[in-house]
């Protein structure tokens, strides 16, 4: 490729405002045969919000409940961790102090409450430390087919309540994907939420490839597997998650809204967050390359 048409090509791409940071780049986004889609944030607004709270402990009231979960929150930094602090604020609920806080990757988050233990997060996160969890399990399965995200609160490793979060896809994902599928490209999705919401939610947009409950060290060996398999890889994300499979993948696509990690990380950025720019850079990418010959 000549730099010119490289730069004719970048400019193009700036115009849809997709930020190629590197030539290379430009020129390997035409042959991508699979593109890989992080959930949160990337196909959805990363915004959720509370939608249930399911007490399991008749002695706690909702309020309760989430002033605990608002305490515990307020050291995390992830999504869901906001979600609850809004809700909490909204129905000026005040946080208290917790501490020994400490964030389970892939799990949810740990800390000492008064003198009590308190766990929230995933199912995973409750198996590990023995919290019963009964016929509790089929009430977050249901909401989690629903798309939502449910959440255990254990206090002293006894299931307190479920709290329900959920994130709207953005408005334009559907043709977006549409889009890239429309150039024959493989779309999986990849996340660390539950296995239920994440096929619930590729289901509402048109992927049925969907790599779930994914560690966050482990979001990078997805890229390699379908390397492995001779796939071009374009990788979309948009979390400190997701860097090293956004380092890793053939072209690694970051959401301007997203976390710096990630940009730094990412070969293209989509400034306007949505996924129509993954589609506008690759035929930005497919016209420099006929430029050429
Ligand atoms: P992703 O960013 O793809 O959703 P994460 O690895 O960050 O994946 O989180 C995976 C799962 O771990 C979440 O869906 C949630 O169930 C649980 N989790 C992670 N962080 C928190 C948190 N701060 N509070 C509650 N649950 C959490
Ligand atoms: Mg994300």
Do not use: C, W
């Amino acid at each position: 490729a000549t730099p010119m048409s490289v730069m004719v090509g970048v400019g193009k791409a700036a115009e849809a405002g997709v930020l190629i940071r590197n030539g290379e780049a430009l020129q390997t986004a035409s042959k991508i045969t699979a593109m890989i889609l992080d959930k949160t944030g990337t196909i959805t607004e990363g915004a959720p919000t509370v939608t249930d709270i399911i007490i399991a402990d008749k002695s706690y009231t909702k309020k309760y409940i989430l002033m605990v979960a608002a305490s515990i929150e307020s050291g995390s930094e992830h999504p869901l961790a906001q979600a609850i602090v809004d809700s909490a604020i909204e129905q000026k609920i005040v946080p208290e102090t917790i501490s020994d806080f400490q964030a389970i990757a892939g799990h949810g988050v740990e800390a000492q409450f008064n003198d009590h233990k308190l766990l929230f997060g995933n199912q995973k996160l409750m198996l590990k430390n023995g919290v019963v969890l009964f016929d509790f399990v089929a009430k977050a399965q249901k909401l989690a087919n629903e798309a939502k995200t449910p959440m255990y609160l254990a206090i002293d490793n006894k299931l307190a309540a479920i709290i329900a979060v959920s994130d709207p896809i953005k408005k334009d994902s559907v043709e977006a994907i549409k889009r890239l599928q429309a150039n024959g490209i493989r779309v999986v999705m990849l996340t660390g939420d539950n296995r239920a919401t994440a096929n619930a939610v590729a289901k509402k947009v048109g992927i049925t490839e969907v790599f779930a409950e994914v560690l966050p060290e482990e979001k990078s060996n997805k890229v390699a597997e379908l390397q492995a398999q001779g796939e071009i890889v374009g990788m979309t994300g948009d979390g400190i998650n997701d860097a090293p499979a956004l380092a890793l993948a053939n072209v690694g696509f970051a959401i301007g809204t997203g976390t710096d990690v990630a940009i730094e990380s990412a070969d293209i950025t989509l400034m306007r967050g949505s996924l129509h720019g993954l589609a506008d850079a690759i035929a930005v990418s497919k016209a420099t390359l006929r430029n050429i010959k």
